[in-house]
Each structure stands twice: as structure tokens, then as C-alpha cells.
């Protein structure tokens, strides 16, 4: 069974950062496209950022790219978030994902597109 441990979350006031990281199996995470989702009670699971390990190149949710940047450190097999500006409307547990690489996209931040998933981290913002 393939594991993504995220680990990072906390509470913070509003105007705050948190980073959160995302380990992967070698095998994965390799010239793999991973990517951060969240969802908040009664809502839906969206897509946050993604992130191509092979080249480093991102993708954004368009409400959220300058606030959020997603990294990565190719040695260790880690890929992080990093949030800043945190607003109460952030608050939601926060998963990594992976995709399995034989399988078609269906949407860049899609939780349709990704087979791999890891346990979540709540973030909570307050106001």
C-alpha cells in the first residue's frame, strides 16, 4: 500500500503561515505529478496546488496562487506547501496526492486524476 504522510497542520490566526509537508515513496514521487487538495466540512474536495517533481513546474487553484506556493525537494522525496496570508475560509484538512502514472488525467486539480492518497492534516485559521 503506498503511503504519502503529510504532516504540518496547526491552528493559526488569521494573517498567519503554516507549511505543510508531504513525504512519498521513491517509486511515486518520481517524475510524478503531486499535488495538495483541501476540503472543508459539508464542501467538496478541491484542488490546491500541483506540482511536476520532474521539472518542477506548479499549477495553482487561480484563487489561491500568491497566497500558496507549492515546492519540492527532490533528495528527500518531499513536497511542501507553504501558506501565507492564512485566511478563516483556509480552514480544511489539507491532502497530498499522487498520481498513478498509467492512468488518464481527468482535470489538472481533479481528485478524479489522482490514485494516491495521503491521511490528511487539518489547518484551522481564526479569526
Known amino acids: 500500500q503506498v503511503q504519502l504522510v503529510e504532516s504540518g497542520g496547526g491552528s493559526v490566526q488569521a494573517g498567519g503561515s503554516l507549511s505543510l509537508s508531504c513525504t512519498a515513496p521513491g517509486s511515486i514521487y518520481s517524475d510524478n505529478h503531486m499535488a495538495w487538495f483541501r476540503q472543508a466540512p459539508g464542501k467538496e474536495r478541491e484542488g490546491v496546488a500541483l506540482?511536476?517533481?520532474?521539472?518542477?513546474?506548479?499549477w495553482y487553484h487561480s484563487s489561491l496562487q500568491g497566497r500558496f506556493t507549492i515546492s519540492h525537494n527532490n533528495p528527500h522525496n518531499i513536497v511542501y506547501l507553504q501558506m501565507n496570508g492564512l485566511k478563516p475560509e483556509d480552514t480544511a484538512m489539507y491532502y497530498c496526492a499522487a498520481r498513478d502514472k498509467s492512468k488518464d488525467w481527468l482535470g489538472i486539480l481533479s481528485p478524479a486524476s489522482y490514485t494516491y492518497w495521503g491521511q490528511g492534516t487539518q489547518v484551522t485559521v481564526s479569526s
Open positions: 506540482i511536476y517533481t520532474g521539472d518542477g513546474k506548479t
